[in-house]
């Protein structure tokens, strides 16, 4: 049965260089949108559930094409505000092989970095609503965004709505100081955290034992340790993070690891191999909405993180910031067929 998921954040204007150019090569960008919340709201409309996305636009051309580029996947967008003076945009050069990938934002000033609560019907907004997904994305906008999110939180509570996080910090957006005296407030209202290491601790505060987030090296039991001080300190339902081993640009280890409040129980999901990546951006929303999919339908935990990290991983092999895969392929993916062959 499909359930009602509200996701607010920013959407985007993303121009990125072809064919792996760097940006000094382009003569022209390739055009989409997204944005960390959008993401999601699109991958939970693929899976059949009831999405709805939350955001300012500006009143004009482009901010209707934003809204539009949702539309086309189902997502519900009738209370996006149209207020403020412009969309934000980021660009990016995709890497290859050794060469990382790179992005500029020019989203100072952004529509929903002004906006505020007056703008929106919190009460409409989550009436009815299961689900509640933001990420820390959005409070790093700017002081008024931290506040609307505030906001958004504790209508979503007052309805009875369980929240997630995707802690995603943003260095070009603020120091791990800010993001910490922001976002450690915002956790008295948060249900499932996800997010990796590097989130963890600059967001929250919390290292992972000898993890080295460059270099790939994992310590599982350093993930156990820090989920457990982390329900203990925020009584979170669930704790998730995504692994990524990093071998280049172009190569990537994919899993995920998960610790339940109510039973103190770890799991350590499959390891996909992703190699070529056509495109990362959104792999982590990807994620995001894969295991909240996998929550709302009713799995166990252990097989909501493994649909969230099948779903991920074949977002790697999509261009743009969405996820359009659909639920049947993302099943078949977890069930164990890798092989990539042609259906007919």
Same mark, same amino acid.
């Given at each position: ?6 996701t607010m ?9 072809p ?9 022209e960008f ?5 944005g ?8 939970l409309a693929?899976y ?7 955001t ?10 934003a809204?539009a580029?949702l539309?086309?996947y189902g997502v519900?967008t ?12 980021y ?9 990382? /990938?790179?992005v500029?934002y020019?989203r100072a000033?952004? !529509? *929903?970095s002004?906006a505020?609560? =007056? +703008?929106?019907d %919190?009460?409409?907004?989550?009436a ?9 994305i959005t409070?790093a906008?700017?002081?008024a965004a931290?506040?609307?999110?505030e ?5 979503a ?9 995707d802690?995603n ?29 590097e ?9 992972p ?5 460059? /270099?790939?090296d994992l310590e599982?039991?350093?993930?156990? !340790? *820090?989920f457990?001080?982390?329900? =203990? +300190?925020y009584? %979170?339902?669930y ?20 610790y ?7 799991y350590?999901?499959k ?5 070529p990546?056509?495109?990362r951006?959104g792999g ?5 909405g ?6 709302l ?5 252990r097989?909501?993180?493994e649909?969230?990290v ?11 910031d969405f996820?359009?895969v659909?639920r049947k392929?993302?099943?078949t ?5 890798a !092989? ?5």
């Amino acid at each position: 049965m499909a359930k009602k998921v509200v996701t607010m954040g920013e959407i985007m204007l993303r121009l990125s260089t072809p064919n792996n150019e760097k940006f000094i090569q382009a003569d022209e960008f390739d055009i989409n949108y997204g944005g960390g919340e959008a993401n999601v709201a699109v991958s939970l409309a693929n899976y059949g559930h009831d999405a709805d996305f939350v955001t300012a636009v500006p009143d004009n051309e482009l901010g209707a094409c934003a809204v539009a580029a949702l539309r086309k996947y189902g997502v519900g967008t009738s209370n996006i505000a149209k207020c403020g003076e412009r969309l934000g945009i980021y660009f990016l050069e995709t890497g290859s092989a050794m060469r990382p /990938s790179k992005v500029v934002y020019d989203r100072a000033h952004s !529509s *929903i970095s002004t906006a505020t609560a =007056a +703008d929106f019907d %919190f009460d409409k907004i989550f009436a009815g609503a299961d689900w509640f997904h933001f990420t820390g994305i959005t409070p790093a906008v700017s002081d008024a965004a931290a506040v609307l999110t505030e906001e958004a939180l504790k209508a979503a509570k007052k309805h009875g709505v369980k929240v997630s996080v995707d802690l995603n910090f943003r260095k070009k957006l603020w120091s791990s100081e800010k993001a910490q005296k922001v976002m450690k407030n915002l956790m008295q209202y948060v249900d499932v955290c996800i997010g990796n290491e590097e989130d963890a601790e600059l967001v929250l505060g919390y290292k992972p034992g000898n993890t080295d987030v460059t /270099s790939g090296d994992l310590e599982l039991a350093g993930y156990k !340790s *820090i989920f457990e001080q982390m329900v =203990a +300190d925020y009584n %979170f339902e669930y704790c998730i993070s995504s692994l990524r081993v990093s071998h280049s640009a172009s190569d990537n280890g994919w899993s995920a690891c998960i610790y339940a409040r109510d039973t103190k129980e770890f799991y350590h999901s499959k390891e996909y191999r992703i190699h070529p990546i056509v495109d990362r951006v959104g792999g982590g929303d990807s994620f995001a909405g894969g295991v909240i999919c996998g929550l709302l339908d009713g799995k166990d935990f252990r097989s909501a993180l493994e649909f969230g990290v099948a779903a991920s991983a074949l977002k790697h092999t999509i261009p743009g910031d969405f996820n359009l895969v659909s639920r049947k392929e993302v099943e078949t993916l977890a069930g164990g067929d890798a !092989s990539g062959r042609v259906q007919r």
